[in-house]
């Protein structure tokens, strides 16, 4: 269905949503309780504005006081607008509307005005309207060390979804009745629960502790929240050495989740030395994205550490030679 078929004889806050018509027209028409006191009419002329249904007076959309059989009693049809209420055919709603005490607007020769309210501008943006609707919670301590740029993406995803437990693991999947056993792939003797594999399990801690070690951190083996909490205090900052720590963290969690998968659904078995090979590889490979390090004592301890080329505390060289 044609969205101007849609609202032939209608008005958009209160055209009824089709049976049959696309996904985005579906969508904007839900939003339409959420979103409409938040735009405006200012009035001018009243030529543009819906008497009715527009948001113009200070009580709201007028539709939401009067019923059907009053505003056919009304004398004012719904197509009717700002412009009609001071005509004769208007003076009894106006003698109604006169009567809450709340001022009228006065018509002029300038032209009605469309507002936003989301904004100081009064101009409708995406990002406006999205911070108008969003859901608002309290801010998490860890949001600026996940999706930190040092971070590769597919590591913050799996870190997020950690941080708010919601990694499918079968302890979780187990609560939602999606199956019936729910014992680690790493041990076969408790719940595959994300305290569990971060790092309650001796050997994804032992791989902690690799991890640790590599980056010159101090490191206890606490609940997932505690680590969590650790990481997002001690690890923020632009330090070469903070920004690889980082990295490294989000690189240890993919990879632990990574091999438990490969354990569960490929039936392959773990082992400890890849995936300590694939944290230093990868690891390696981003260092070698940075250029012109500052050589301290803490850099070129975790240089050593990894087995990084020591080429990241030379400055990258941008000169390119002349063409011919």
Known sequence: MDSLDLLKK???WVAKKPTCCSWAWKKILQLRA????????????????????????PRGPLNLYFSDLAIYASGLPKQATMANLFTNCGAMIKRVLDS??????????????????GNTSHLFTVASAWDLIRRRKTRVSWHTFIWNNSITSRYQFNLWLIAK?????QALLLSYGKIDSALCPFCNEVLDSIDHLFFGYC???????FWASRC?????????????????????GKEFYKCIA?????????YIWKHRNNILFREQSLSVPEVKNQ????????ATTYRNVDDTYRNRRLQRSWGIDPIIFSARDYSTSASP
């Open 10 to 12: 209608a008005n958009f």
């Open 34 to 57: 959420e979103c409409r006191s938040s735009f405006y009419w200012r009035i001018g002329n009243g030529s543009s504005v819906s008497l009715w249904f527009d948001n113009w007076h």
């Open 100 to 117: 809450w005490a709340d001022p009228l607007p006065t018509l002029s020769h300038s032209s009605d005005r469309f507002g936003w309210k």
């Open 165 to 169: 437990r919601r990694l499918p693991t």
């Open 203 to 209: 050997i994804s801690a032992s791989i902690a502790f």
């Open 216 to 236: 010159n951190l101090p490191w206890r083996n606490n609940s997932w929240v505690e680590n969590l909490n650790w990481a997002a205090t001690f690890l923020m």
């Open 246 to 254: 980082r990295f490294s963290f989000g690189a240890l969690c993919y």
């Open 279 to 286: 944290l230093i590889k990868v690891d390696k490979d981003k």
